[in-house]
């Protein structure tokens, strides 16, 4: 997947290479940090973001990029390389593409998902995570949700992906205030609190393998945020 956004940020630590446009699934050749590379991407060239979401899209790929640059796990989308286009004022970054999309769009496709199947997904996402939770600091994902995860259909392993959204935990008691942020059909009840820590990515992991089973979203019976809120901060759970 090829992602850009019209913006420079020289301080990061990326390579700028000579812009050219690759065609989507193009085999790439790329020199990135002194490595050879070469993978099949998905390339995006969807416009810039408008001016009123520049400032947050410049946080959420600097913070994505940084991530993905310093994480190495199975189930973790892969990151091939970042540059700066110079002349366009454009920042970059490629990872891997995962022929089946997310498993959000391939569990709608299929009529059943069998239980074993759905237990070793439940597994890798598990992994994945506890590698996240594992660093120094702690890295909470904040929006863990099927649509976020992404499945190779040859081998029907998964990786998880889109951590623009991700952020770490500074010290035991650094939670308190933090943004709330996430999808709120996949948010625990503490985000609302703006007072929380890694475990509410396994409220959302639990979301996740209700979405598997039923094949519905979490408080699909609910209208509008403020619904689902309010039956969060009550503890109902969802009618699927």
Not at 210 to 233: D, F, G, H
Request: hydrophobic content about 40%.
């Amino acid at each position: 997947m090829y992602v850009r956004l019209g913006f420079l940020y020289p301080s990061l630590p990326w390579t700028l290479i000579a812009p050219r446009r690759f065609s989507a699934f193009e085999q790439l050749q790329l020199n990135f940090q002194d490595c050879s590379i070469t993978d099949e991407v998905e390339v995006d060239f969807s416009e810039p973001p408008p001016p009123t979401a520049e400032a947050h899209e410049k946080a959420r790929v600097i913070n994505e990029v940084r991530l993905l640059d310093q994480l190495d796990h199975e189930n973790i989308i892969d990151f091939h390389g970042s540059w700066v286009n110079r002349e366009r004022g454009e920042v970059c970054f490629i990872t891997e593409i995962l022929s089946s999309g997310s498993l959000k769009k391939f569990i709608s496709k299929v009529q059943v998902v069998r239980w074993k199947i759905i237990k070793r997904w439940m597994r890798q996402i598990l992994k994945a995570l506890a590698y996240l939770h594992s660093q120094t600091p702690p890295i909470i994902h904040r929006d863990i949700k099927c649509e976020n995860i992404f499945i190779n259909g040859a081998t029907g392993d998964l990786r998880i992906g889109d951590l623009g959204l991700s952020t770490v935990k500074r010290g035991e008691n650094a939670s308190k205030g933090q943004s709330v942020l996430g999808t709120p059909e996949f948010m625990a009840p503490e985000l609302y609190d703006e007072e929380y820590d890694e475990q509410v990515d396994i409220y959302a992991f639990g979301m996740c393998a209700l979405e598997m089973i039923t094949k519905q979203l979490p408080y699909a019976e609910c209208t509008n945020a403020t619904q689902i809120y309010r039956k969060v901060s009550n503890d109902v759970p969802p009618d699927a």
